[in-house]
């Protein structure tokens, strides 16, 4: 009979330390460098993509007045079906500004075909719908992602 508690109670214990490990993040810190452009402050969604594609979590929104979140236009429409942006805000960035964050990334992400998405809007300019992308490979995490728009460089450090 003790035999089979401990049984049981290490059968437990291996399933509770497999569901941790399926569960476990990592934290990465991002540097967010702004190219020199004349305007207003940019919003920048950073969005998880999946493997099709398709938006799956905001990460974090640099620009909190609400009103102006439609000009991100794709990330928009994901977030007005499944709003999740509370406490992941923070202020827009200006030309040539950086912008330090932290997010966390599920660590059953990498190297399966996920991305980052940096988009970027500016009041009365042009709307980068990918800005910059970060694949979420083992190798290209940490790279250094060049900007096409109001980006100048983003780069990810793990924490």
Do not use: H
Not at 99 to 110: A, D, G, L, P, R
């Amino acid at each position: 009979m003790k035999s089979l508690s401990k049984i049981c109670l290490m059968a437990v214990i291996a399933g509770l330390f497999s569901f941790q490990a399926s569960a476990q993040t990592t934290k990465y810190k991002c540097l967010l460098q702004m190219a020199n452009y004349v305007g207003e402050g940019a919003y920048v969604a950073v969005s998880l993509i999946d493997a099709k594609g398709e938006y799956e979590k905001t990460l974090y929104v640099m620009g909190d007045d609400k009103k102006w979140y439609k000009s991100l236009k794709e990330w928009n429409k994901f977030n007005s079906k499944k709003p999740d942006v509370s406490a992941k805000t923070g202020a827009s960035v200006t030309g040539g500004d950086r912008s330090v964050t932290v997010f966390e990334i599920e660590n059953s992400k990498i190297d399966k075909g996920y991305k980052i998405r940096f988009e970027t809007a500016v009041e009365d300019q042009k709307y980068y719908v990918g800005d910059a992308e970060i694949p979420l490979t083992t190798a290209a995490i940490t790279e250094k992602a060049e900007g096409k728009g109001y980006i100048r460089y983003v780069k990810l450090s793990n924490i």
